[in-house]
């Protein structure tokens, strides 16, 4: 009985000397939802966004940013501010930065009219020595 035990014993500190520990990290980013799609991965473009908001007084504060990888040597932002009228989306006025680095970003304003819906269209390029790379993002809509 006492072999049977002590053999019973050795094998389970055999498999458990086996086993190695497994560990997980994980890291998240919250997207509203309806940013919550797959994307793949991209080149140079390390993150980008864009973002819309309009104050009591009717002045859109338009703002977009771009970090690319360090290969990156020049960033384009061209963000077009929209306006919903009659059921399409008409550009109201285009601003564009560019920046001879891994970095850029654009902060602009404009007055605009009440009663309508506004949303930012952005679309960014970021170029390395040998090749470039284009996004296009759309802000949320926001009623003025």
């Not at 086996?18 to 309806?34: I, K, Q, R």
């Not at 690319?68 to 006025?93: E, H, M, P, R």
Request: aromatic residues 10%.
């Amino acid at each position: 009985m006492k072999s049977k035990l002590l053999i019973g014993g050795l094998g389970i500190c055999l498999l458990l000397s086996t086993l190695s520990p497994v560990t997980a990290n994980a890291s998240m980013v919250l997207l509203p939802p309806s940013e919550s799609i797959i994307r793949p991965m991209l080149t140079y473009i390390a993150k980008a966004n864009c973002n819309l908001t309009i104050d009591s007084n009717g002045t859109a504060h338009i703002e977009s940013s771009v970090i690319g990888y360090s290969s990156v040597t020049q960033i384009n932002i061209s963000a077009s501010l929209q306006q919903y009228k009659n059921g399409y989306w008409y550009s109201l006025q285009t601003f564009n930065v560019t920046d001879y680095s891994d970095y850029a970003s654009l902060y602009e304003t404009k007055a605009v009219s009440k009663g309508y819906k506004y949303r930012v269209s952005v679309t960014v390029t970021a170029q390395s020595k040998s090749s470039s790379e284009t996004v296009s993002l759309k802000s949320g809509e926001t009623t003025y």
